[in-house]
């Protein structure tokens, strides 16, 4: 079944890089031609010139306003999940537990959860949303079942946070079949119109009127919640290493980090501080190499105007540090990118958000993360009498709970 989903993807993107028979050789056997691997293929992006002095990051002076950002990701939404089902070979749900840890998330696990979340938190300022709706059963992975995910879910985090302004991304989930996100050189077939035009109707009450034409193109916006301040959402499927179409040519594909370049150096020359949401971290498996680098060359450049790289899909809470020169960790270190953890109890985690304390509105502000909480619903305790389950804070401040100075 799976391997069907992929069929026509894959018969497609082999006629386009086997042209030649020493390709196929060489694809066979290690001797025989030269393979062309695309997983460590890299390409330049055009990076602007005229870098601005350095401004080294400071600690936010404290009594500074600061602004308190939800982030949910991952939800990964089952709608079939039954209680007491059979969820492997080996392993069912005896009686009447709720959820378990290697299952996907209930759709009302997740609308109780998003409605603690609301009850609790009433001074959240914005919610960020970094993607990937969808279970993990991508043997069942059809357009039409996708979009009324996408337009359910949404829904779903509107109706919690009404009066607040809710910022998506796309996951690598979002794509049929999994990770597929077609670039405009490929077949309409292939094309992406059916995601790309869902979201941009369903996010549009977030999403400006003059972003409409690029969230139908590349799944990518832009947004100024206030004036000196910007939230970039970018689409990084279009750089994932299991999107089978980037191996035909990966080199900036639909123009996406050209257009991310042209939206840092609007924002440089306005002054303006920038937030990228996106849901693969640069750097990891998922993410190929040549897009990692070249994103890291943007970072570098625009290290001034960058306040935060916002990310997830690892599903356990992490961390990765951009240097100045990618290749030497012993070069200084110019950023750090934030990975939040999951919704979904599927990795054998507790379903987990996350809320950053970020320096706030005012004159001079630098929009850096100043701090992080984060709260689960904790499985063991819901799965006992009486069976309701309930929010806790896993830890109330990074800088204190975490092992480094």
């Avoid at 949401?277 to 040549?290: F, K, R, Y």
């Amino acid at each position: 079944m799976i391997g069907t989903n992929y069929e026509a993807e894959a018969v497609y993107v082999l006629s386009q890089i086997l042209l030649d028979p020493k390709d196929i050789c060489a694809l066979l056997l290690s001797d025989c031609g030269t393979f062309f691997d695309p997983l460590v293929a890299t390409w330049n992006q055009t990076i602007p010139p005229n870098k601005p002095p350095l401004i080294p990051k400071k600690p936010v002076q404290a009594g500074k306003p600061t602004l308190r950002v939800l982030h949910i990701s991952d939800p990964h939404i089952d709608m079939d999940y039954q209680i007491g089902s059979e969820v492997s070979s080996i392993l069912s749900i005896p009686n009447a537990n709720l959820l378990i840890r290697i299952c996907d998330a209930p759709y009302w696990m997740v609308d109780n959860l998003l409605q603690q979340i609301a009850q609790r938190h009433k001074d959240i300022d914005y919610v960020i949303v970094t993607g990937d709706f969808e279970s993990h059963a991508i043997w069942d992975y059809a357009r039409d079942t996708h979009q009324r995910m996408i337009r359910n879910v949404s829904q779903l985090i509107k109706s919690h946070f009404p009066d607040k302004q809710i910022y998506f991304a796309l996951g690598n989930h979002e794509g049929v079949p999994l990770d597929s996100f077609a670039p405009s050189f490929t077949p309409e077939e292939f094309h992406m119109d059916w995601l790309y035009g869902t979201v941009a109707d369903e996010w549009k009450p977030y999403v400006p009127a003059d972003q409409d034409k690029i969230i139908r193109f590349n799944g990518c916006y832009m947004v100024k919640p206030w004036p000196g301040f910007r939230i970039i959402s970018l689409n990084n499927g279009l750089g994932d290493s299991l999107n089978l179409f980037l191996f035909i040519n990966q080199t900036d594909p639909d123009g996406t980090m050209t257009w991310l370049s042209d939206q840092l150096l609007d924002a440089e020359k306005a002054g303006d501080k920038v937030h990228i949401v996106a849901h693969i971290p640069p750097g990891t498996p998922e993410a190929l190499e040549g897009w990692s680098l070249n994103y890291y060359k943007l970072a570098i450049r625009f290290e001034n105007t960058i306040a935060a790289h916002i990310m997830a899909h690892v599903h356990s809470e992490g961390f990765s540090v951009i240097y100045e020169d990618p290749e030497d960790f012993n070069s200084r270190p110019v950023d750090v990118v934030f990975s939040a953890p999951c919704m979904t109890p599927y990795s054998r985690y507790n379903p987990t958000y996350r809320i950053y304390t970020i320096d706030g509105r005012y004159d001079g502000s630098t929009y850096q993360v100043i701090d992080f909480e984060e709260w689960i619903m904790n499985l063991t305790v819901a799965n006992q009498p009486p069976y309701d389950p309930t929010v806790e804070q896993l830890y109330p401040s990074i800088l204190k709970a975490s092992p480094f100075p």
